[in-house]
T-cell receptor
């Protein structure tokens, strides 16, 4: 089955700790994205990557970091500098080609920091 | 960034047809219009895409007028399981980056 996997589904951390969220895709997509969603709100873009070893900041990149060492993987690290890290985090991928607007989303990781 | 405008919420009853309209600001000549559906605690999923006039699939229909400044997502005979948030993101920016607003929260009642 092709798709995007995110793990874990639920994650709990203490304040001040860095935490890394996993995102893997086997769709052979070039582009990958990380979004944050707060309760009752829409999606906000954190980082995106159009190709391996390249990524750009989205609207709310402060306090987050990413890497793209492999086409299939785009992990997101939530650092202790992120002031309000508790949220639902969604990873997505697309072919990245113009005219194809479909993004495929993973199931999400709900992060709770106390 | 290109933005879209859609109602924050809508209520309906089972068996009714639901129409959700989205206004498309700054849509370009070659931009497609897409809609996504999101259930609670899940990632959004793409449901339909169109360029002009009408597109229909097994999930919904999409109506786009000639001026393409708006689009209407039509869900025929909704059921309780259609309760979800529906998004019409703006056209992609660099890197196929989509801008998702708050979406329309559809509540289907029995």
């Amino acid at each position: 089955d092709g798709g995007i996997t995110q793990s874990p589904k639920y994650l709990f951390r203490k304040e001040g700790q860095n935490v890394t969220l996993s995102c893997e895709q086997n769709l052979n997509h070039d582009a990958m994205y990380w979004y944050r969603q707060d309760p009752g709100q829409g999606l906000r873009l954190i980082y995106y990557s159009q190709i391996v070893n390249d990524f750009q900041k989205g609207d709310i990149a402060e306090g987050y970091s990413v890497s793209r060492e492999k086409k299939e993987s785009f992990p997101l690290t939530v650092t202790s500098a992120q002031k309000n890290p508790t949220a639902f985090y969604l990873c997505a991928s697309s072919t990245g080609q113009g005219g194809t607007y479909e993004q495929y989303f993973g199931p999400g990781t709900r992060l709770t920091v106390t | 960034l290109a933005k879209t405008t859609q109602p924050i919420s809508m209520d309906s009853y089972e068996g009714q047809e639901v129409n959700i309209t989205c206004s498309h600001n700054n849509i370009a000549t070659n931009d497609y219009i897409t809609w996504y559906q999101q259930f609670p605690s899940q990632g959004p999923r793409f449901i339909i895409q169109g360029y002009k006039t009408k597109v229909t699939n097994e999930v919904a229909s999409l109506f786009i007028p000639a001026d393409r400044k708006s689009s209407t997502l039509s869900l025929p005979r909704v059921s309780l399981s259609d309760t979800a948030v529906y998004y019409c993101p703006g056209p992609p920016e660099a890197g196929n980056m989509l801008t998702f607003g708050g979406g329309t929260r559809l509540m289907v009642k029995p």
